[in-house]
């Protein structure tokens, strides 16, 4: 009876928008979790993302170490964050209203719109260029500017298609989009085994200036990947029943981010074979066309194949969550379905202008960095809020500003709570003066490190510092913890329990 009620819902059109999921309507487990994260990222998208090592001009070696860096750190960061979906059934951004106010959530919401924009934008673009690469090889398809906006635009088109029928078309997809990206993937390593040597040493050795830089930046936009799941996971994962065992869903989200090594090894292997052999390719910073000049022909129609799954699995995952979040935002002027058509066509001008007038790789890498800087100290705020809180919350009261009321245990100082805005803001500044990708984006702070990117640590711990130190000196309302937690009695004298709520 399940199986046929999933597939009658796959072909509905969801209704549900970022309101309390009922607990009779959470029929996904901790495996369609990993299945949407991973299916989202094993994807050409991905193995764009692990050439960056070799366009930076590191070694196999250490572009490889910056890889697993980068995804552990970022693996271990995004899991915790896939614990708000079953707990509060709502999405991330609504969550996060617990901790920077009703109001103040929409930080939340401006940096799922951020990282939706460019990872859509990023998938459709790879994607694209690698159908209309391999159609070429394949048939003598023209590789024009028309043939390749005709391919993005379609891909656009698909994918707000899965988007507008919602979660469960979403988790079908991406059912089959993991299997048969994997396997694609692993099809490809027959493919470029005999021109593969591990031994490729780069332009920048460890010892030499700029290695350092380098070999950071790389490991920055390999965290990227896993950082960018962190304001779209409670948008799935509160389809998850609240009582699922918290280890289950951790486990979850990190071997879903540890199996994305396969696209971005694949990506990284590919990359040193097309510095070898088809160098012109990537002094244009064009890993795709480098991968299809060197691919031997019977791989075509497997790159087109992954361009063709990848793209929709990639686009789907990051627009979903966005179009949830901006009818949330603006609950009485759009819907789900049409803030994802509004942040569709946005995302569509984006991709026209980013291809065709800036240079892509620059523009990915840099937007990919300035994300990880701003969203990092989000996510560090609500994972020390949700370990102070010992996991209590109040659904209920944090649908507030969607039902257009006031009031609350999370209305705080006029729906913001500035313990964790105040923490966010500076650590969020400070960390992007700290930024720096040389002939991309430098901060002001940018050459303090001898040229080295600390833009993460910097903002990790002011964060951290800056929230705990918060929450010491300003206590919150007792109202926001358990009730048979002692801080409740405690602080329960400073500000009233629970502001009423009014419509």
């Not at 009620?5 to 369609?32: C, F, L, M, W, Y």
């Not at 979403?170 to 031994?199: C, K, Q, T, Y």
């Not at 001008?349 to 620059?362: D, E, S, T």
Request: glycine share 12%; net charge positive; hydrophobic share 50%.
């Amino acid at each position: 009876m399940n199986n046929k009620n999933n597939h009658k819902n796959v072909r509905q059109i969801e209704t549900h928008g970022v309101e309390q999921i009922p607990d009779n309507e959470r029929s996904a487990g901790p495996g369609d979790l990993f299945r949407l994260i991973f299916g989202g990222a094993n994807t050409f998208a991905t193995a764009v993302l692990g050439s960056f090592p070799v366009l930076f001009g590191l070694s196999f070696e250490a572009g490889l170490w910056a890889i697993v860096l980068g995804v552990v750190i970022g693996s271990l960061i995004l899991a915790p964050m896939g614990l708000f979906g079953p707990i509060n059934g709502t999405s991330n951004a609504v969550s996060s209203g617990a901790h920077f106010g009703v109001h103040g959530r929409i930080v939340g919401s401006f940096l799922s719109l951020l990282t939706a924009i460019a990872f859509f934008s990023l998938s459709v673009w790879s994607s694209g260029d690698a159908l209309i690469g391999g159609a070429k090889r394949m048939i003598g398809l023209p590789e024009t500017d028309l043939s390749l906006g005709l391919a993005y635009g379609v891909f656009a088109i698909l994918v707000l298609t899965v988007c507008i029928y919602g979660f469960r078309f979403m988790l079908w997809v991406n059912r089959i989009a993991v299997w048969a990206a994997s396997l694609l993937f692993l099809l490809g390593i027959f493919a470029f085994a005999p021109a593969f040597d591990s031994h490729f040493a780069g332009s920048v050795a460890l010892g030499q200036t700029g290695f350092w830089a380098a070999f950071i930046g790389a490991a920055l936009v390999a965290m990227s990947n896993p950082i960018s799941f962190g304001a779209f996971l409670g948008d799935w994962s509160r389809y998850i029943p609240r009582h699922t065992p918290k280890r289950r869903i951790l486990l979850a989200v990190i071997a879903a981010q540890l199996a994305t090594l396969i696209p971005f090894v694949f990506g990284l292997a590919t990359a040193t074979i097309v510095a070898s052999n088809a160098p012109d390719y990537i002094a244009a910073n064009n890993y795709v066309g480098g991968l299809l000049a060197v691919a031997p022909s019977w791989f075509f129609l497997p790159v087109c194949l992954i361009a063709l799954i990848g793209g929709m699995s990639t686009g789907t995952t990051s627009l979903y969550g966005t179009g949830l979040d901006l009818s949330s935002v603006f609950p009485r002027l759009l819907s789900r379905v049409k803030a994802t058509l509004l942040i569709g066509v946005m995302s569509i001008a984006f991709i026209f202008i980013g291809r065709f007038a800036a240079n892509l790789v620059q523009s990915v890498s840099t937007f990919a960095v300035l994300i990880i800087t701003c969203t990092t100290p989000w996510m560090v705020i609500m994972i020390i809020g949700l370990i102070t809180r010992r996991g209590f919350y109040c659904p209920d009261d944090l649908q507030v500003f969607t039902r257009g009321e006031r009031g609350g245990r999370y209305w705080f100082k006029h729906g913001w709570n500035w313990r964790g805005l105040g923490a966010w803001i500076p650590s969020a500044l400070v960390g992007l003066c700290f930024v720096n990708l040389p002939g991309q984006f430098v901060g002001p702070l940018g050459n303090l490190a001898q040229g080295i990117d600390i833009s993460l640590p910097v903002t990790l711990g002011l964060a951290s510092l800056m929230y705990l130190a918060l929450l010491s000196l300003f206590p919150e309302p007792g109202a926001v913890f358990a009730p048979d937690d002692p801080r409740r009695e405690r602080t329960a004298a400073l500000k009233p329990a629970v502001m009423p709520r009014i419509a």
